[in-house]
């Protein structure tokens, strides 16, 4: 049983449900969503950051400004991680993540560090009786995942995902269209996100981690950076999809697959989906390079037209209402002017809610799972056509045709010899949403 509920402090109550497509009428905020502050709650959940890099900053700063929360501690291997947290008010900071969890008594975890590292944070967090909130990938294969979720369910802890993807405004209102048949049965549908991959936005200011670079510590490319993420939304539309047929190569000299491109097909609307995803596009830290479109019998609906035309412009708007409500005593939007980020904030508030109510999480540890079944059955098609095929962390061929690390042609078709890489650092970033 987790921390939580051996303490008596999760709500009985039947939980209010939020419908899927939820979100104001204009595109560009929330709605009544991010009114919501954990008004369920008795007690305030005790939280911890496991990683404080890119994303686990994100995390801190959503529970800083999340009702009912309070962030009793933090971990990170590297000391600039560990002041930035310090610097946000949190007073206990360890450089261990198991250290943290021996000495702390948190009720529930984010666990934003290297894909290599979310299954020994998750079995670490069973053992202290915490939920979890792990970045994606939720791990490195299907396997992995398994072992992560009979590990949770043998210690009664309930663990969840931050695939964000679907928080985001744009998709609540292709949501609506497609649950409202506005746009009628959609034989096709396409989505893609790009962005610049390892590398931080431009201009770049600090060395890409050497984790970021290894296959072994990711578990692939940009599959499981974003095309996870494309998944988890596609099957929240659609219901569950099978893979057609896949294609993955690379636009620059990385160890593993930066663009990939999927084929499928939705089991109960018949609804065929082009997916790509890649990682070979500076993207600046204001935009999102993200579209979905549907192409219904009796119209078309497009995220594009769902999102504020000029960025900028949206965050001065925000600010500014932000100022009107702090005025008027009410409570800022958090991440309102950042747009994009919101999605991680509401993507650990719900989270937080569930674990509070004691029920399930809207996107639990099942669908890290599933995601990756779809990832890997993406791999398996892509090795039947030119380009890259997924890892084999053994790094010998093996039954199932899985390539290992040495076996990543460069764009030439040479083979780099990857052997004397140092092995992945323990940093805390979890990676791009």
Known sequence: MSRLHAAGRGNDDEATAEPDGYGDRDGYGYGDRDDHRHSDRDDAVDLAILGVGRIGRVHLESARVTDGVRTVAAADAVAANRDRAREAGVDA???DYRTLLSTESPDAVVVALPPSLHAPAVRAAADAGCDAFVEKPFARSVSEGREMLAVADDAGIRLGVDHTIRYLPEVD???????????????FASVSRVNCGPFAPPPPT???????????????????DLGLHLFDV????FGELTVIAAETDRQLSLPFEDAATVLLRAEESGTVVSM???????????????RLRLEGVAGTVDS??????????HAAKSVAGNVARAVGGGDAAPFAPTYYLRAHYRALADFLDAVAADRDPPVGGERGVRTLELAEAAYAAAENEPGIGPIDRDGDDDHDGHRGRDDYPDRD?????????????????GGEP
């Not at 600090?206 to 499981?224: K, S």
């Not at 596609?234 to 539309?237: I, S, V």
């Open 304 to 313: 594009v037209d769902y999102r504020p035309k000029n960025l900028h412009a």
């Open 234 to 237: 596609l099957e929240h539309l």
């Open 93 to 95: 900071v360890y450089d």
């Open 173 to 187: 209102r292709v949501a609506e269209a497609l649950r409202e048949g506005r746009v009628g049965h959609v034989p």
């Open 413 to 429: 078709g040479h083979h780099d010899d990857h052997s004397d890489r140092d092995a992945p650092a323990r940093t805390a970033d």
């Open 206 to 224: 600090e060395r890409v981690a050497d984790w970021a670079l290894d296959p072994e510590a990711t578990g692939g490319g940009v599959l499981l």
């Open 276 to 290: 790509h995803c890649g990682g070979y596009q500076w993207e600046a830290a204001a935009e999102m390079n993200f």
